[in-house]
């Protein structure tokens, strides 16, 4: 077992701290008694995990063994989370790879032969057949690919199908041939708490019919984390999905969780508490701020697109999803959570790069804005690390940059909604219905690798709940016309952020600075 997760106070000593910023990263001193939270050292992973898989499959929580549920003339379909797990991506093999390689086995050897994969893309863009080749493997994609390996169309309405509403009337709308079939097998790499469980089907093969009960203002408003299952109205819309899901289709639900590796040994520094980098940790350092600052924007992005987390598997659990999923979130505190005693007047978060989530194109604003606020605000439990009416700090150059096709309706968003208002709940009455059924966007989701026309609405109430808590928000090195735009205020450096701070939170605030990744999920109490 490695050291626990702590929270250093800033003093004299204390050298300068790592902060993520997008594509790039710096060096940073903050001001004497601020809070840094540190996760807990990164586990050791499995030594041999294909040994962990069979184990949780013959030895499911809640569930027969995967054996005895498989019969010959079956329905089978494998669902497997899409290019957002984990970020950053995993060197290869993927864990779904070696799960999905061992399920085909079993199904083989039961005489099972109509076997469907599914990438649970929901309302995120098409993985292309490149990123589904990598995640499933050679050996499987040239197998299954193109006719019985494919990604999830939210808007094919006659591969749809509706299982029935929640007692609070929601929709529960799914993939056909997931709803029709005898058994899902479906595969979760968990990185978060509000990963896997629950939110797998019901989100990652639903519609927007669906999604809309529990992706809209109110719910998010309502959630107190997003990584707190119990304190999520998002989570509890799942749970109740799941029940009505659970009784038309058998799930069978696999999955797994990984360390803290989140970088590879090229910038493993990363990886480390600041005063313990080596004299070639600190070298790596300069080289990497050197070369970083060097190479052309494109060529950067490319790079960090190519590095792998040689993430560890610290555990693989298989089963009904409800007993599963307890298993799975003990994993991730055990890795993540650390306590922190008490919020603070104001908040610091390094936005890092985290996937090629985006196709060739870098995070633009509306997303990086999700990300922050919307995930990196709330890696907490109980209570938020900043108290209400706080400030909320991060660092991004935010460049006002889109890829014209993969963000169309994210630019009609950005410079046509956001002009007019910024306010989650106006937006949500005023355009979300356009927005979610324009034929355009809905034509692009479906052949091109855009995402949904409605994806840039959800992820501006993916911040809502931290714009309701916060007082002000301050990016440090955006593009200030972008962040005008999004409604932020923009500072040089750390030292004019915290002198505009105190503007809201007084001349003398508590400071916590949230240092990751790795991850860490503050318990503050």
Known sequence: MGRPGFVLEVDERTPALLVNEGEGARLERFPLGTRVIYPPDSLPGIRDVNAAIRHALLHPHGQDPLPTLLRPGMRLTIVFDDISLPLPQMQTPDMRQRIIEQVLELAAAAGVDDVELLAANSLHRRMTPAELKRTVGDRVFRSFFPGHLRNHDAEDRANLTELGTTRHGEVVEINRRAAESDLIVYVNITLTGMNGGSKSVAVGLASYRSLRHHH??????????????????????????????????????????????????????????????????????????????????????????????????????????????????????????????????????????????????????????????????????????????????????????????????????????????????????????????????????????????????????????????????????????????????????????????????????????????????????
């Not at 313990?276 to 790079?303: C, H, I």
């Not at 993430?311 to 999803?321: D, E, F, K, L, M």
């Not at 016309?481 to 003398?508: C, I």
Request: with cysteine.
């Open 216 to 525: 809209n203002v109110h719910t998010l408003q309502q959630s107190r984390s997003f990584n707190d299952p119990p304190r999520s109205a998002m989570h509890h819309s799942y749970d109740r999905m799941t029940e009505v899901l659970g009784r038309e289709v058998q799930v069978f639900t696999v999955e797994s969780t990984v360390n803290g590796n989140s970088y590879p040994p090229q910038v493993g520094f990363m990886n480390k508490r600041e005063w313990e980098w080596s004299l070639a940790d600190q070298a790596a350092y300069l080289a990497f701020r050197k070369a970083n600052g060097m190479a052309p924007t494109k060529l950067r992005r490319q790079v960090w697109q190519r590095s792998y987390s040689p993430y560890g598997i610290t555990g693989v659990h298989a089963g009904a999803p409800a007993d599963v999923h307890p298993h799975t979130l003990t994993n991730v505190h055990r890795q993540q959570l650390t306590e922190v005693d008490g919020q603070s007047d104001i908040g610091i978060w390094g936005l890092p790069f985290i996937c090629p989530y985006n196709v060739n194109s870098i995070m633009n604003p509306i997303l990086v804005m999700s990300l922050g606020l919307g995930y990196f605000f709330n890696l907490y439990r109980n209570q938020p690390i900043v108290r209400q009416g706080g400030v909320g700090i991060f660092y991004h150059p935010m460049p006002e940059e889109f890829h014209p096709v993969h963000h169309p309706s994210y630019i009609d968003f950005y410079e046509s909604v956001l002009s007019r208002t910024k306010d989650p709940a106006v937006i949500e009455a005023k355009y979300e219905e356009q927005f979610a059924t324009d034929p355009w966007y809905t034509h692009l989701y479906r052949t091109s690798h855009a995402y949904h026309g409605v994806h840039p609405l959800y992820m501006w109430y993916w911040g809502a709940h931290a714009l309701q808590h916060l007082g002000d928000v301050i990016f440090v090195g955006a593009d200030r016309s972008a962040a005008t735009r999004l409604g932020f205020r923009t500072a040089s450096t750390l030292n004019d952020a915290l002198e505009m701070a105190r503007e809201t939170v007084g001349s003398s605030p508590s400071i916590t600075y949230h240092h990751s990744p790795p991850l860490a999920l503050a318990d503050v109490r």
